[in-house]
């Protein structure tokens, strides 16, 4: 096997050749709606309930059974929490008994990249997650 030299260039620059700055404006605003999604997202079991209803659940006690440890309150607060900020919406079916259904917004199946994103970096460093075991096979 033949070894290639590699040579990497890293630019120290601050500024491009007319002067302006490689560095990209961050307003005061945009950290503000970051927060503010980061907020939402971070929640106790929010990332969770989106993750299953991304997978389809839409019924309560479907989305309940598959996060372990979650109670019926915390679950319907969050559902509450992510109606009220359009991610999911909530459907009451007619029948006897009437049935609710939820279902991810346009907004809310937006977080799917982003959940994927969060769930590969999640799994790249288990070792991060002190508390848990992980299967290295």
């Not at 260039?9 to 560095?23: A, H, M, P, W, Y």
């Not at 929010?46 to 440890?69: C, H, Y």
């Not at 346009?106 to 799994?123: N, Q, T």
């Amino acid at each position: 096997m033949e070894l290639t030299e590699v040579k990497i260039v890293i630019n120290s620059k601050s500024e491009n050749e007319d002067g302006t700055s490689l560095q990209p404006e961050v307003s005061p605003r945009l950290c503000e709606i970051f927060h503010k999604a980061v907020e939402l997202i971070g929640r106790r079991w929010t990332g969770a309930v989106v993750q299953v209803m991304l997978g389809g659940a839409e019924r309560f006690s479907d989305i309940r059974g598959a996060i372990p440890g979650i109670s019926d309150r915390l679950l319907a607060e969050r559902l509450k929490e992510l109606e009220s900020e359009g991610v999911v919406s909530r459907e009451v079916q007619a029948g006897r008994p009437p049935q609710v259904a939820y279902r991810l917004t346009e907004k809310g199946r937006g977080l799917s990249p982003v959940l994927d994103s969060i769930s590969e970096w999640a799994h790249r460093w288990p070792e991060g997650h002190p508390n848990l075991a992980f299967d290295k096979a």
